[in-house]
């Protein structure tokens, strides 16, 4: 952690206190990793679930990577490369280093319009297991593109658990709204292609 920070950076963060604690709540309402309520899509090596208990859809993906924490650890915090990491980001521009605050902009399949959001990410320790919670907020940098549907509530988390020295369980949790044109009827199969292509991607990137 830098100890020392330049005026610039100071107003930044000052600037972002406002717009970031607010956003914050959404996270209130994820489900916990006790959470026994999840609408199966998908059991296998990657199980996919979703629920709609919540004023939101959360969606999870679960399965296990023959990694260390630390190596999976490496990788998800490499915000600026997530573009290179899953294969339907095509942008990932960091737009504040210290907040750690993300434009992150997706190509959709097929012939839906392409999504897009900025989101800070929260990192968190619970015991062994490490958190990265991730939320909407604004940034007066952020890339406007028309072909792009704007989601002002993407959120959602990492979970890594360990589970021995090469092992270790991965949970990610998003919130599924699509918005835009989507229809919801293909809510289910976008929320199952998303869940097996993000861990899929993940685990191909680290094992390489």
Known sequence: MKLFLNSKKVII?????????PS?????????????????????????????EFNIPWCNAVAVYPNSIDQ??????????YKN??????????????????????????????RDYTVQYIEKKEGDNII?????????????????????????QWMLIPLSEDRTQVYYTWNGE?????????LHTAWEEQGSEVLTWLYNYINK
Do not use: C
Not at 72 to 81: A, E
Not at 178 to 186: E, K
């Open 72 to 81: 999976i650890y490496r990788v998800l915090k490499d915000l600026t490369n």
């Open 24 to 52: 914050q709540e959404i996270l209130n309402n994820l489900p916990s990793i006790d959470y026994e309520k999840w609408k199966v899509l998908k059991e296998g090596n990657i199980s996919i679930r979703y629920t709609d």
């Open 85 to 114: 990491i899953f294969e339907r980001v095509t942008h990932s521009i960091v737009l504040d280093e210290y907040n750690n605050i993300v434009y992150i902009k997706l190509d959709m399949p097929y012939f839906f319009a392409n």
């Open 132 to 156: 990265f919670q991730f939320h909407s907020v604004v940034h007066p940098e952020s890339p406007f593109y028309e072909d792009s549907v704007t989601l002002p509530r993407a959120s959602g």
């Open 178 to 186: 699509l918005l835009g044109s989507f229809p919801s009827v293909s």
């Open 13 to 21: 963060a000052a600037f972002f206190i406002s717009l970031i604690f």
